[in-house]
């Protein structure tokens, strides 16, 4: 298991990552924002992970978070609670030494909407998950 996650980031590190996340994201971050909004979970976090490995600087965390969300919403689409929110939490701490806006995404809107999903789930009973179901998921496109 690697430990990548929980190492702190250096000052360095999030200089590094402020400035790639000002440019244009890689062709394939394209493919992941459709898959992603298009509730195809699953595709998402495969084209992901082959973005993720790709990178070798820190804003690789980006694409883990994203990925993070991604599976958390795959879960919580299977009534997995217990996923849904391990995941959504973990993509949400990915995700959160990242500017608001990292490859023209809106990561802002992705954190807050990805939170209050989080809060949702947790504040009904189990076996109430579906209602969840009624609220819209969050979100990635459009790349602006």
Known sequence: MSTERYRTLTASDVADAA???????????????????????????????DLWRA????????????????VGLYHLRRGNRHGAVTKLRS????????PS???GLDLGRLRAETTALVEAIEALPAERLGDVGNRPAPRLGPLA
Do not use: K, M, N
């Not at 298009?38 to 084209?47: L, Q, S, V």
């Not at 070798?56 to 969300?69: A, E, M, S, T």
């Not at 993509?91 to 990242?98: I, S």
């Open 19 to 49: 400035s790639a996340c000002a440019a244009a994201g890689p062709p394939t971050l394209s493919l992941a924002v459709r898959q992603f909004d298009d509730g195809d979970y699953f595709a998402c976090h495969e084209t992901l992970e």
């Open 55 to 70: 990178e070798p600087g820190p804003v690789r965390r980006v694409y883990q978070g994203i990925l993070h969300v991604a």
């Open 91 to 98: 993509g949400l701490d990915y995700l959160a030494p990242f």
């Open 101 to 103: 806006r990292c490859h």
